[in-house]
T-cell receptor, first 114, second 114 residues
Framework: ETGVTQTPRHLVMGMTNKKSLKCEQH?????MYWYKQSAKKPLELMFV???????ENNSVPSRFSPECPNSSHLFLHLHTLQPEDSALYLC?????????????FGSGTQLSVL | GESVGLHLPTLSVQEGDNSIINCAYS??????FIWYKQESGKGPQFIID?????DKRQGQRVTVLLNKTVKHLSLQIAATQPGDSAVYFC?????????????FGQGTILTVHP
């Protein structure tokens, strides 16, 4: 148990579906992140929220829509995805200090887009 | 562009041996480095970190060495155990108020044989 919980663990969706990924952190951190992990590629930062405000959007297509209602919860809303969006989506949290800080990751949601 | 890379994509060792995983980085402004371990079906798990004002840091059975002159980072695991088998990632932070904008390497697969 890392203190960061992601649901669902696995998700299969068609290109016309709408689904949401959920993340909850129990560590009292003030920053939350979405990362994408594709096979044979480094982890890619997608979004960063600090104190519930989005501070980073790393050129992510609009078919991915994040939501951070409070400092403990983070969602990633998905719609009209493409097969190349199939990947492991990882949520992370940290206590942002502005000088480099370690991220605590959840176990991820393995997404398959058909 | 700036990147973090790994010299060896796979490493195979015998149980009880010491393991050394290497990482090269190219961003001279990076001031914080971190190693993660990722087991199958899990998210990355923090192992150890080091700031650029240090050249060595030790944890439990692990040591990280930082050579800023040649921009090289290594992770040493003493008395490697089968439970150490995983993918190991290094990551760097380019400094400033970065909100955990870690740049990850591609990973090294460590396999420990009993």
């Amino acid at each position: 148990e890392t203190g960061v919980t992601q649901t669902p663990r696995h998700l299969v969706m068609g290109m016309t579906n709408k689904k949401s990924l959920k993340c909850e952190q129990h560590l009292g951190h003030n920053a939350m992140y979405w990362y994408k992990q594709s096979a044979k590629k480094p982890l890619e930062l997608m979004f960063v929220y600090s104190l519930e405000e989005r501070v980073e959007n790393n050129s992510v297509p609009s078919r991915f829509s994040p939501e951070c209602p409070n400092s403990s919860h983070l969602f990633l809303h998905l719609h009209t995805l493409q097969p190349e969006d199939s990947a492991l989506y990882l949520c992370a949290s940290s206590q942002a200090q502005g000088a480099g800080e370690k991220l605590f990751f959840g176990s991820g949601t393995q997404l398959s887009v058909l | 562009g700036e990147s973090v890379g790994l010299h060896l994509p796979t490493l195979s060792v015998q149980e009880g041996d010491n393991s050394i995983i290497n990482c090269a980085y190219s961003n001279s402004a990076s001031d914080y480095f971190i190693w993660y371990k990722q087991e199958s079906g899990k998210g990355p798990q923090f192992i150890i970190d080091i700031r650029s004002n240090m050249d060595k840091r030790q944890g439990q059975r692990v040591t990280v060495l930082l050579n800023k002159t040649v921009k090289h980072l290594s992770l040493q695991i003493a008395a490697t155990q089968p439970g150490d088998s995983a993918v190991y990632f290094c990551a760097e932070n380019a400094g400033g108020t970065s909100y955990g904008k870690l740049t990850f390497g591609q990973g090294t697969i460590l396999t420990v044989h009993p």
